[in-house]
């Protein structure tokens, strides 16, 4: 099977988590893609999503569900999103899509993560795929030298020549080289250095059921 296919398969199989009636938190990416297409067809069983970037709610949107802004929902049962990479206690490395921030606040207001990917997404360790990292320009090269005192080496993130702009106004870095051992007190450091908006690492808001497409079909793991 194809990649793209193995983004199917979980797309679809996502299904199962959503209660009818209920308004679902929707992530953000080309695996969120999949699971969207596969809601648009049971968009008259549930009320509307919220979403997690501009992209995925013109998605939504273009299916005929209705978007919900997330501060007017108080709380949502589960939020569907993929990842960059996610280990085996749930922890995941988020943002390749520039939505980390928007994706971080919809898990939180959700009761259940469930993560949909492939299998290449499985890692024995964070910190392979380069962290995203959402920053406020001002703060960007000072952010990018405390990465390179953890050993790691930061580089902001173009698009079309020019620094990517967030759906939130801000910047991102893109730092390898790190290694993450400690998920929780990572995310908890580096959330707290100025000017850092959010950092990729998904560890207080970790996966609590992972979907993972494989050759042999969709594998569930609980976390
Ligand atoms: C976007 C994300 C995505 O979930 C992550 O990048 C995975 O994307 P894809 O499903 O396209 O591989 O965090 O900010």
Known sequence: MTQDELKALVG???????TPGEIVGVGTGSTVNKFIDALAG??????????????????????????FEAEAVDALSVYIDGADEIDHQGYMIKGGGAALTREKIVA?????????????KLVKALG?????VEVIPMSAARVARQFEAKGGKAVLR???????????????????????????????????????????????????????GTSEGVKTLSF
């Open 12 to 18: 679809q199989a996502a299904l199962q988590y959503v």
């Open 42 to 67: 049971i968009k008259d069983q549930i009320k509307g999503a919220v979403s997690s970037s501009e992209a995925s709610t013109a998605r939504l949107k273009a299916a005929g569900i209705p978007v």
């Open 108 to 120: 939180a207001q959700s009761s259940r993560f469930v993560c949909i990917a492939d299998e290449s």
């Open 128 to 132: 392979a795929f380069p962290l995203p």
């Open 158 to 212: 173009l698009k079309d020549g020019q620094p990517l702009v967030t759906d939130n106004g801000q910047h991102i870095l893109d730092v390898t080289g790190l290694s993450i051992t400690d998920p929780l007190g990572f995310e908890s450091e580096v959330n707290q250095w100025p000017g850092v908006v959010t950092v990729g690492v998904f560890a207080h808001q970790k996966a609590s059921v992972c979907l993972l």
